[in-house]
């Protein structure tokens, strides 16, 4: 497997325009999250998806933000309108969420600046 | 607030030392913890983990301890090698969340020749 894929790696927009953030998962697994890394407060979670269905949207930090995935291969984080402080790296990741614990595996990010 | 912090924001040791890298967490439902590598543009790697049924696991050079009556869990790194330079992340997570995973804010190791 090619692992989780994200695109695009990078992304420069003005204030204002609308961002798509895309990520496709590793087959087969079943839970999807994506995270958000600043310097100030690490890699904070802002939404996670168990078989297609968002769990937990608590982390998403304001309407601007929304997450969907309409299928088990796909998923989208969009911004709209985008600020300069939502500037960051954005992660997706995936799980194969077995009933113990395992580990989360990222994609490579997408470096968004907004200027 | 940090559920899962990590004091020092960088690290530096020489190769072949020890490195010990630190992090501290306030939730007590928190059970299996893990360390994250990450590379410069690259997306984080998991590194080892540990169940708070245990306090000890080791894989190869790396070992983490886990203190639970004090919270803290510490990742050593024995001997330390120029390709671990990285920053560490420290993540946690609770029973039956599958890999929703509280992370503290990384380490920043450098490995010195």
């Known amino acids: 497997d090619a692992g989780v894929i994200q695109s695009p790696r990078h992304e420069v927009t003005e204030m204002g325009q609308e961002v798509t953030l895309r990520c496709k998962p590793i087959?087969?697994?079943?839970?999807l999250f994506w995270y958000r890394q600043t310097m100030m407060r690490g890699l904070e979670l802002l939404i996670y998806f168990n078989n297609n269905v968002p769990i937990d949207d608590s982390g998403m930090p304001e309407d601007r933000f929304s997450a969907k995935m309409p299928n088990a291969s796909f998923s989208t984080l969009k911004i709209q309108p985008s600020e300069p402080r939502d500037s960051a790296v954005y992660f997706c990741?995936?799980?194969?969420?077995?009933?113990?614990?395992?580990?989360?595996?990222f994609g490579q990010g997408t470096r968004l600046t907004v200027v | 607030d940090q559920q899962v912090k990590q004091n020092s924001p960088s690290l530096s040791v020489q190769e072949g030392r020890i490195s010990i890298l630190n992090c501290d967490y306030t939730n007590s439902m928190f059970d299996y913890f893990l360390w994250y590598k990450k590379y410069p543009a690259e997306g984080p790697t998991f590194l080892i983990s540990?169940?708070?049924?245990?306090d000890k696991n080791e894989d190869g050079r790396f070992t983490v301890f886990l203190n639970k009556s004090a919270k803290h869990l510490s990742l050593h790194i024995v001997p330390s090698q120029p390709g671990d330079s990285a920053v560490y992340f420290c993540?946690?997570?609770?029973?039956?969340?599958?890999?929703?995973?509280?992370f503290g804010t990384g380490t920043r190791l450098q490995v010195t020749l």
């Open positions: 990741a995936s799980s194969p969420g077995r009933l113990m614990n395992t580990e989360a595996f």
């Open positions: 540990i169940s708070s049924i245990k």
């Open positions: 087959s087969g697994h079943d839970y």
């Open positions: 993540a946690a997570s609770v029973a039956g969340t599958a890999s929703k995973l509280t």
